[in-house]
């Protein structure tokens, strides 16, 4: 079980580091757009800062599938959750972001989550691996349509006149909710891995939708997720993605996997109650940033 924290925690460092780096070569970039995806990835690629980024984020993935080997997926959401507090550590000293009060509060509000999430967990804990694939469809594709619709509707907002600034949290939702789809995948990929009949192992994978589903994800929520991160705020955009994408996982992936909550009391109020903190971190952040001041403009270009 602990090998599993550990393995989470790391995810956690590599994930951090990978959106950072991210966030720091796309302000180099010319601005993005949805509409023109190849441009995208050819901008994307041809950048050796975002290549590093994208390497941390691959090193996070392969410790999130041995996270979800050893720990119930419910619990390893609430120690994911936990990266946020180095994404906002990493976001001031490297990007120069400064989160606002009620940001800052959120950071608190996230340790004491991960803290209640990790004293429910135990050895007797039940680690699910597998599912029906029309089960995984069947909360899947609705997430996917949900998330790919709210992106188009923030897209379409955001080229009207007079509008507010916005902070990201619109997009962290959708690309949340892409990735929480992507996370339920890794799970069910993490179920076929194995160290013996290899060849039949990947057989049944491939006779699922795990691969497919993470193709998808994997190649639209690039294109959704770079775009919108290199408009808004990462130490916004990032936490709210987060914060969805693990609230989706540990919520629907319990339910899909068959895995149980904690039948002690004690230990179901502790798990229930930091996924309750989670979510009221996202409640609260603001919606939008509020325009420079003509003093911090004048700065600025000075």
């Not at 469809?137 to 916005?166: D, K, Q, S």
């Not at 705020?233 to 996997?257: H, N």
């Not at 109020?269 to 603001?286: D, E, H, I, K, N």
Request: glycine residues 10%; proline residues 5%; hydrophobic residues 50%.
């Amino acid at each position: 079980m602990w090998w599993g924290v550990a393995s989470a925690l790391l995810a956690n460092v590599f994930y951090s580091t990978g959106f950072v780096l991210e966030k720091r070569a796309l302000s180099g970039l010319p601005r993005l757009s949805t509409g023109q995806p190849a441009r995208v990835v050819r901008l994307l690629i041809g950048s050796p800062l975002w290549l590093g980024g994208s390497l941390a984020l691959a090193a996070g993935f392969a410790a999130q599938l041995a996270v979800y080997r050893t720990l119930p997926i419910a619990a390893a959401q609430g120690i994911f959750v936990s990266g946020l507090v180095l994404l906002l550590l990493l976001s001031s000293v490297v990007l120069g972001e400064r989160p606002s009060g009620r940001e800052r509060r959120g950071v608190v509000m996230i340790t004491l989550a991960l803290l209640m999430v990790m004293a429910s967990l135990q050895d007797s804990d039940a680690v699910g691996g597998h599912a029906s694939a029309g089960r995984v469809l069947l909360i899947c594709l609705p997430a996917l349509a949900a998330g790919l619709g709210l992106y188009w509707a923030v897209e379409r907002r955001t080229r009207r006149r007079h509008r507010m600034p916005t902070a990201g949290v619109e997009y962290g939702v959708a690309v949340g909710l892409l990735y929480g789809v992507s996370s339920l995948a890794i799970k069910g990929v993490s179920g076929h891995l194995t160290t013996s009949g290899v060849g039949d192992a990947l057989f049944d994978l491939l006779r699922s939708p795990y691969p497919y589903i993470l193709l998808f994800t994997g190649a639209t929520g690039l294109v959704l997720s770079q775009t919108a991160l290199q408009r808004c705020r990462a130490s916004l955009i990032v936490p709210v993605c987060t914060t969805v994408t693990c609230l989706f996982t540990a919520a629907l992936g319990t339910f899909v996997f068959g895995e149980s909550l904690p039948g002690d009391p004690l230990r179901l109020a502790l798990r229930l109650g930091g996924t309750a903190l989670a979510v009221s971190v996202l409640l609260m952040l603001p919606r939008h940033d509020q325009p420079p001041t003509p003093a911090k403009e004048l700065a600025r270009e000075a």
